[in-house]
């Protein structure tokens, strides 16, 4: 069975850091791009960042450019997202998804999500 | 950037009765449209892609069409576990969800 399983969230201060840890499981890890995406409580999904099989391609919604560095382990088969200077927006759940079933870039795998609370 | 606009916000239907959510971009969209739907305390779920390919296990109440800007996802008759929030997605993009609740 595949999955992805995310951990890592918690309550930080503004300004304060964060890593979130994304494990996969059943899967090629190797052979697929992995996503962030996030969702403020109550509000809609929205994208965060990716990274491509071999880490060599990273992109990013504007807004967390120069806080947030999306990185991976394939040897861990794990995907990390290191966030900076975070801000109260940046609340929500954080979801790791990823298309492994050829969906033309549809995410077909999502995780359980882990819960980030930016308040002080 | 491509802008996506789902309506409506809300949409109020019976149980057997016909939904029909909408998905308008600011630009053409091509083929690779998706379609999630999401249950209070739930990761999202993939219900279809390419437009009109249901994912595996979908009932086949799920229909998607549409070209260009502009997608349709409908239930040809809700029940009670489709009520939820439906989100289309293009890439990178998210509309912003329409919420199909019960009448």
């Known amino acids: 069975e595949v999955q992805l399983v995310e951990s890592g969230g918690g309550l930080v201060q503004p300004g304060g850091s964060l890593r979130l840890s994304c494990e996969a499981s059943g899967l090629m890890f190797n052979m697929y791009w992995l996503n962030w995406v996030r969702q403020a409580p109550g509000k809609g999904l929205e994208w965060v960042a990716n990274i491509k099989e071999d880490g060599s391609e990273k992109k990013y919604v504007d807004s967390v450019e120069g806080r947030f560095t999306i990185s991976r382990d394939n040897a861990e088969m794990s995907v990390y997202l290191q966030m900076s200077s975070l801000r109260v927006e940046d609340s929500g759940t954080y979801y790791c998804?990823?298309?492994?079933w050829g969906t033309g870039g549809a995410f077909n795998v999502w995780g359980q999500g882990t819960e980030v609370s930016v308040s002080s | 950037e491509i802008v996506v606009t789902q309506s409506p916000v809300t949409l109020s239907v019976s149980l057997g009765e016909r939904a029909t959510l909408s998905c308008r971009a600011s630009q053409s969209l091509g083929r690779n449209v998706a379609w999630y739907q999401q249950k209070p305390g739930q990761a999202p779920r993939l219900l279809m892609y390419g437009v009109s390919i249901r994912a595996t296990g979908v009932p086949g109440r799920f229909s998607g069409s549409g070209s260009g800007t502009d997608f349709t996802l409908t239930i040809s008759s809700l029940q009670s576990e489709d009520f939820a929030v439906y989100y289309c997605?293009?890439?990178?993009?998210f509309g912003g969800g329409t919420i199909v609740e019960i009448q």
């Open positions: 997605q293009r890439g990178v993009t």
């Open positions: 998804v990823s298309d492994i």
